[in-house]
């Protein structure tokens, strides 16, 4: 199950948005709408998050949910919290990395097809919604939306320490503690600079074959 309710902590796992038949493990704002509604809307809440990422606009939708949660909302990135998922967990009250996390920002993308003026349409909106998700990144960190959608265009990946160095996370749990794994992913090749320990697991593990 890509979202599991556990008192008041929330497991979320797989891929935001997408086809299920493809990706596996799908949860979606619905979802956890949901699941926050079992917690308690006014209940503080702890959210585990192990998520390669997946659609910008479910991500933005996921982060709008947890902001109106009356509670407070803790996220711990377990494994990897990536492009979609790092936009959601901004909406934390607090974020903690675990040993051997990861997060990763970067600009939004998109397929087109058609004639050069539609090509044009889908990159004028993608540069609306980087510029609108560099705000959000930009209002956790403290860095001018201009210095977040540079890291943004050059893909930046960051551990945990580094994470909280950039303002992306307000602590990390020490070593020694027991590290999650990052999670299947079937479109990490979607990413250019991915760690060599993503692309390795990626490889042994076959992500992206479908079942």
């Known amino acids: 199950m890509a979202v599991i309710v556990n008192g008041t902590e929330i497991l979320l796992t797989g891929t935001v948005g997408g086809d299920p038949w493809w990706d596996g493990e799908v949860f979606s704002q619905s979802d956890l709408i949901n699941a926050l509604a079992q917690v308690g ?24 949910a947890f902001v109106a949660h009356k509670g407070k909302v803790h996220m711990v990135v377990e494994g990897w919290a990536a492009s979609a998922a790092s936009l959601f967990i901004m909406a934390g009250d607090t974020i903690t990395m675990r040993p051997g996390a990861l997060l990763m ?40 939306p201009e210095e977040v959608r540079e890291m943004m265009r050059t893909e930046t ?24 794994e990052p999670l299947a992913f079937s479109r990490f090749r979607a990413y250019a600079q991915a760690p060599e320990r993503i692309v390795a697991l990626a490889k042994s593990r076959v992500w992206g074959a479908r079942a």
């Open 41 to 64: 809307r006014n209940t503080d809440v702890t959210v585990r998050v192990n998520s390669g990422g997946g659609i910008a606009t479910e991500g933005a939708a996921l982060h709008s």
């Open 105 to 144: 920002i970067h600009d939004p993308s998109a397929r087109a097809w058609g004639t050069s003026e539609e090509h044009r349409r889908v990159a004028g909106a993608l540069d609306v919604m980087g510029n609108v998700y560099a705000q959000v990144y930009s209002d956790r960190c403290g860095k001018s």
């Open 157 to 180: 990946w960051l551990g945990p320490a580094e994470a909280v160095a950039q303002g992306v996370a307000d602590d990390a749990e020490p070593d020694g503690a027991d590290a999650a």
